[in-house]
């Protein structure tokens, strides 16, 4: 089974006082100052959305957002849109390296450092396609036996805890991967 189309959220640790608009300016920031190979085309705000994206900073091959989502915990959500070369661990890896990469970013920035922290003892890992793997529980065994080694990697091994976010087949699969401790290995782009 090859996956593709992964996102994957970091939550914020604390989000009192975080006003969604905030996050426009400092993504137009980064379209205006990329320094990298990927193309960011335009920002988008949906704060107005119940549970829906956020702020949208939209690119050709991938997407980043501030937002709430479903479970009403902001976070920095990363998601790739294009199809990937590599192995499925080399795919997983990569989003995960590019949404810590992210949230560095932001608590680096000039206008957020002292606002806004990551919660770097979990995230969650989507597939944003029902047709290459459902939300059942073979589905759920299948990244389970995938990429609990990459998570072990990455976090303690003692308190790696994996499980599904929803039960609701509807739901593209989504796992919550939660530490007791912060990465052991920060992962870096």
Same mark, same amino acid.
């Given at each position: 089974?090859?996956?593709?189309?992964?996102?994957?959220?970091?939550?914020?640790?604390?989000?009192?006082?975080?006003?969604?608009?905030?996050?426009?300016?400092?993504?137009?920031?980064?379209?205006?100052?990329?320094?990298?190979?990927?193309?960011?085309?335009?920002?988008?705000?949906?704060?107005?959305?119940?549970?829906?994206?956020? @702020?949208?900073? @939209?690119?050709?091959?991938?997407?980043?957002?501030?937002?709430?989502?479903?479970?009403?915990?902001?976070?920095?959500?990363?998601?790739?849109?294009?199809?990937?070369?590599?192995?499925? @661990?080399?795919?997983?890896?990569?989003?995960?390296?590019?949404?810590?990469?992210?949230?560095?970013?932001?608590?680096?920035?000039?206008?957020?450092?002292?606002?806004?922290?990551?919660?770097?003892?979990?995230?969650?890992?989507?597939?944003?396609?029902?047709?290459?793997?459902?939300?059942?529980?073979?589905?759920?065994?299948?990244?389970?036996?995938?990429?609990?080694?990459?998570?072990?990697?990455?976090?303690?091994?003692?308190?790696?805890?994996?499980?599904?976010?929803?039960?609701?087949?509807?739901?593209?699969?989504?796992?919550?991967?939660?530490?007791?401790?912060?990465?052991?290995?920060?992962?870096?782009?």
């Amino acid at each position: 089974m090859e996956l593709q189309y992964l996102m994957v959220k970091i939550y914020c640790a604390g989000s009192e006082g975080i006003i969604l608009d905030d996050f426009t300016p400092m993504f137009n920031k980064w379209i205006q100052e990329n320094e990298s190979d990927k193309v960011l085309v335009d920002v988008a705000s949906y704060g107005h959305v119940p549970y829906g994206p956020g @702020i949208l900073l @939209i690119g050709h091959d991938e997407n980043y957002s501030m937002e709430y989502g479903v479970e009403n915990k902001l976070g920095l959500l990363f998601s790739v849109k294009e199809e990937r070369a590599g192995s499925n @661990i080399e795919r997983v890896e990569y989003a995960i390296k590019a949404a810590v990469a992210a949230c560095k970013k932001i608590m680096q920035d000039e206008d957020y450092k002292d606002k806004i922290k990551f919660d770097f003892n979990g995230l969650v890992v989507s597939i944003n396609d029902r047709c290459i793997v459902g939300n059942t529980e073979d589905g759920f065994k299948f990244i389970d036996a995938e990429f609990k080694d990459l998570f072990c990697k990455y976090f303690s091994k003692k308190s790696v805890k994996i499980e599904k976010v929803s039960q609701d087949p509807r739901d593209r699969l989504a796992i919550r991967v939660s530490a007791g401790d912060s990465f052991v290995h920060l992962p870096s782009v």
